[in-house]
């Protein structure tokens, strides 16, 4: 069964190839071609996922025959299990909206399956350089999605994506760089035991861990290193936006807690002084100033961006805390925020093509005009607020008892902070949705792959709030007729759009009750690591 690791790479990047090929002499074809390869990486996925679950050891395979620590090794475990299912899912789901909402061209689906397997790398290897390699594939298969829009935001959002992550893959080569020369290797648990021989003293093995910290902070989002990824999401087609913002941060804060447990282990944490202040000062920074400035937005998909930058900082607040209760909390956040996430950024995308909705204004009654979806959002929303007995509130409560149990009394404060602030920019929303009326939406939010074309600044409101849209008062119309105006002016989201949201949504809820079925899956793995 380990013989099959290699293919949850090798499939999404030959239906890659395939699609491309065959896409540009039969581009309907794409989109089949594209969706029977994530069938496939899903079935394959699912399979090596239940028996990583069934056996006591990690699945492990080595790449051409070459033992580590010369040879590069694919591990999945009790840990990286639920990342590897979670981006084969997600990706199927991200298609099926895809397939009414767009883009449609061979190059996105080109472009999407290459994310794909660049995430299943970075998932699996168990080698530092190879996460690197697979870093760079996602991050230029990101760069590529974000830039399909329609508009000119879209090229400069993925402008400003790429040289961001350029900086923080740069960094974090560095830091592999430091690691190698002060042991000679790069696989990942050779690594761990000549860290510890050559003395968590050593100034290289220290700025190794820092380099490699803020590299992966980077390609997390973390505040103050997370300016690429307000305009990566704001300006990106609907269903790229939905796609990134569940898995590409999520695997990287996966590979942050893997690179910390497995290559410079707990020990390292405890034995270095400010070593784990360090992370837990960026990730409670970030908790608090992604929260601030999400509450600030007036648009749909900053604020949600902006929450992304507050959710991950507690997820790497959870790993940093570094006791079982809090790394499995952080896990299931990890896993619940994507659902959760995804789920948002979709639903907003669905409301759009409905209503042409895209600010926080235009969310007004959109509760009776779109029942099912604006049901949806509202249930995704109460969940990332942390309601019982949704996911988001068995992670939070997790990080929280962790924290507690550790006597970090800052970071179980600020946790409170972040619900608070998180419940003023979700309500909001939902009481603009049920318990106002509104008589329509924006113009612009009408593109072919729901971009939009206003920018709103941080914080602030369209200069002339009236300027392209066709919700200003009218003589002798009424909100009936303004609602009919509308309906013909914005198409209808398909209902593959609708269920994959509405699936999300249920989720969201049902998978905060089965946390206590998989707890005791995951703690063979977590009585490894820590």
Do not use: C
């Amino acid at each position: 069964m380990s013989s099959l690791l290699p293919l949850l790479v090798a499939v999404p990047i030959a239906g890659a190839l395939l699609t491309l090929v065959v896409g540009y002499a039969a581009d309907r074809l794409g989109w089949p071609l594209a969706f029977a390869s994530s069938l496939l990486h899903v079935a394959l996925t699912g399979y090596l996922v239940v028996r990583a679950y069934a056996t006591p050891d990690p699945l492990r395979y080595t790449v051409g025959g070459f033992r580590p620590p010369f040879g590069i090794e694919l591990v999945v475990d009790g840990f990286n299990a639920a990342v590897v299912g979670l981006v084969a899912v997600v990706a199927v789901g991200v298609l099926v909206y895809a397939r009414r909402a767009g883009p449609h061209s061979v190059a996105f689906y080109t472009g999407y399956l290459l994310l794909v397997a660049g995430l299943s790398g970075m998932s699996i290897t168990g080698d530092m350089f190879n996460l690197y390699v697979f870093l760079e594939i996602t991050g230029l298969a990101a760069y590529a999605l974000v830039a399909t829009g329609d508009d000119g935001r879209s090229a400069v959002g993925a402008l400003k994506y790429l040289l961001v992550g350029t900086v923080g893959a740069s960094l974090f080569l560095a830091g592999i760089g430091y690691a190698f020369v002060a042991t000679g290797t790069l696989n990942m648990a050779d690594l761990a035991t000549k860290l510890g021989e050559v003395g968590y003293g050593s100034t290289l093995v220290r700025t190794s861990f820092a380099l490699v910290v803020v590299g992966l902070g980077v390609k997390t989002a973390l505040y103050p290193l997370h300016t690429w990824q307000p305009d990566a999401y704001a300006s990106a087609p609907d269903s790229v936006s939905g796609l990134i913002s569940a898995l590409v941060s999520t695997v990287s804060a996966y590979a942050l807690a893997r690179v910390i447990y497995s290559v410079y282990t707990v020990e390292f944490l405890s034995s270095v002084a400010y070593a784990r202040e360090f992370v837990l000062v960026l990730a409670g920074v970030s908790i608090v100033a992604g929260s601030l400035l999400a509450v600030m937005q007036t648009d749909i998909k900053r604020m949600l961006a902006y929450s992304s930058v507050s959710q991950f900082g507690l997820v790497v607040a959870a790993f940093a805390i570094a006791n079982e209760a809090a790394v499995t909390g952080g896990v299931v956040h990890l896993v619940g925020h994507a659902v959760m996430k995804g789920g948002l950024f979709l639903a907003a995308g669905a409301i759009a093509m409905r209503t042409g909705a895209r600010t926080v204004g235009e969310f007004d009654g959109l509760g009776s005009r779109t029942p099912l979806l604006g049901a949806a959002f509202a249930v995704l929303s109460l969940s990332m607020v942390g309601v019982p007995p949704a996911v988001g509130f068995v992670g939070k409560w997790y990080i929280a008892l962790g924290a507690i149990q550790s006597q970090l009394w800052p970071i179980a404060a600020v946790i409170l902070l972040s619900t608070l602030l998180t419940l003023a920019y979700f309500l909001r929303l939902v009481e603009r949705m049920y318990f106002r009326s509104g008589t329509g939406a924006a113009a612009g939010a009408d593109s072919p792959t729901g971009t939009g074309t206003a920018t709103v600044a941080d914080g602030g409101d369209d200069e002339d709030p009236t300027l392209g849209r066709d919700d200003t008062p009218t003589l002798g119309r009424d909100d009936d007729d303004a609602f009919a105006a509308d309906d013909e002016r914005f198409g209808r989201p398909s209902v593959g759009m609708v269920a994959v949201v509405v699936v999300a949504a249920l989720l969201a809820v049902v998978l905060g009750p089965l946390v206590s079925a998989f707890e005791p899956l995951l703690e063979p793995t977590l009585e490894t690591l820590l």
